[in-house]
Nanobody, 115 residues
Framework: QVQFVESGGGLVQPGGSLRLSCAAS????????MGWYRQTPANQRDFVAR???????NYFHSVKGRFIISRDNAKNTVYLQMNSLKPEDTAVYYC?????????WGQGTQVTVSS
């Protein structure tokens, strides 16, 4: 079973940037498709971005052009560079495999976009 530890969240003003990191334990990370997800108190855990094992990326429409997902297989880490942040990006952000494994959620990292 793969475990994930997210970090890099915080409080940022609208228009600002943050870079999230997700460290993965377990074997065969480089073969796994990975995703970032986010959850607000009122919503379910929604898809944000994914990166395949060969580096192909896809994004939820509201973050396309602002967020960039990447991975470093040597470090078993996936990143989410978030630019031009908006208040509606406020959420707890999680990483997981894609499709998500319901048994492997980490604690997430809180991102708050507010002036």
């Amino acid at each position: 079973q793969v475990q994930f530890v997210e970090s890099g969240g915080g409080l940022v003003q609208p228009g600002g940037s943050l870079r999230l990191s997700c460290a993965a334990s377990g074997r065969l990370f480089s073969f796994k498709n990975m995703g970032w997800y986010r959850q607000t108190p009122a919503n379910q855990r929604d898809f944000v971005a994914r990166i395949t094992s060969n580096g192909t990326t896809n994004y939820f429409h509201s973050v396309k052009g602002r967020f960039i997902i990447s991975r470093d297989n040597a470090k078993n880490t996936v990143y989410l560079q978030m630019n031009s942040l908006k208040p509606e990006d406020t959420a707890v952000y999680y990483c997981n495999t894609f499709p998500r494994d319901p048994t492997s959620w980490g604690q997430g990292t809180q991102v708050t976009v507010s002036s």
